[in-house]
């Protein structure tokens, strides 16, 4: 089943306890990104790779890094977590350059006390 | 920069009844792609429907439409005959499909609750 995994679902931890999130997809795509979901505001994109070892910013960069070391995996990585990143995470894939949908994952509820 | 503007917080509707969710979008890309994401309360993100910019034809996928109007930069999607498990936030997303590495642009969501 083509699909992209995210790991955990639901996170609770405490300021400046570094933290990953890890995201897998099986369907070989080029493009990855990282969307954060706040109320009020949609959904607006953190970093974004367009093919292994290519990493980008997107909007609301601060706080977080990536890496892309392999194809099909794209963690997301806190360093120095801060209540104001506590939110809703959203891993997604799609074929680079293209009109197809970005396949989203799960989503992974992130609080920072 | 791209810009996804929803002006309907929320909306109610009655069951059966046909919804429009107004969408409308700022960009200066020739080539891009309108998509419209159902988010229910259970939080996955559904992908219903897309519209490519060089499409001559509204896209429709089942009960789904997308009323593409390019000169007034709308992308209104049409939900009939409505039903209680189309209550969900609903995401107006556009995307670069011309070679940029932008991701997608979302609106902040319009919030459909259909009533029995």
């Known amino acids: 089943e083509a699909q992209v995994t995210q790991n955990p679902r639901y996170l609770i931890t405490v300021t400046g306890k570094k933290l990953t999130v890890t995201c897998s997809q099986n369907?070989?795509?080029?493009?990855m990104s990282w969307y954060r979901q706040d109320p009020g505001l949609g959904l607006r994109q953190i970093y974004y790779?367009?093919?292994?070892?290519?990493?980008d910013k997107g909007d609301v960069p601060e706080g977080y890094k990536v890496s892309r070391k392999e194809k099909r995996n794209f963690p997301l990585i806190l360093e120095s977590p801060s209540p104001n990143q506590t939110s809703l995470y959203f891993c997604?894939?799609?074929?680079?350059?293209?009109?197809?949908?970005?396949?989203f994952g799960p989503g992974t509820r992130l609080t920072v006390l | 920069a791209q810009k996804i503007t929803q002006t309907q917080p929320g909306m109610f509707v009655q069951e059966k009844e046909a919804v429009t969710l107004d969408c409308t979008y700022d960009?200066?890309?020739?080539?891009?792609?309108l998509f419209w994401y159902k988010q229910p309360s259970s939080g996955e993100m559904i992908f219903l429907i897309y519209?490519?910019?060089?499409?001559?034809q509204n896209a429709t996928e089942g009960r789904y439409s997308l009323n593409f109007q390019k000169a007034r930069k709308s992308a209104n999607l049409v939900i009939s005959a409505s039903q209680l498990g189309d209550s969900a936030m609903y995401f107006c997303?556009?995307?670069?499909?011309?070679?940029?590495?932008?991701?997608?642009?979302f609106g902040k969501g319009t919030h459909l609750i259909i009533q029995p």
């Open positions: 997604a894939s799609s074929l680079r350059d293209s009109g197809d949908e970005q396949f």
């Open positions: 369907m070989n795509h080029e493009y």
């Open positions: 960009t200066s890309d020739q080539s891009y792609g």
């Open positions: 790779s367009m093919n292994v070892e290519v990493t």
């Open positions: 997303a556009m995307r670069d499909t011309g070679g940029g590495a932008d991701g997608l642009t």
């Open positions: 519209q490519g910019s060089y499409d001559e």
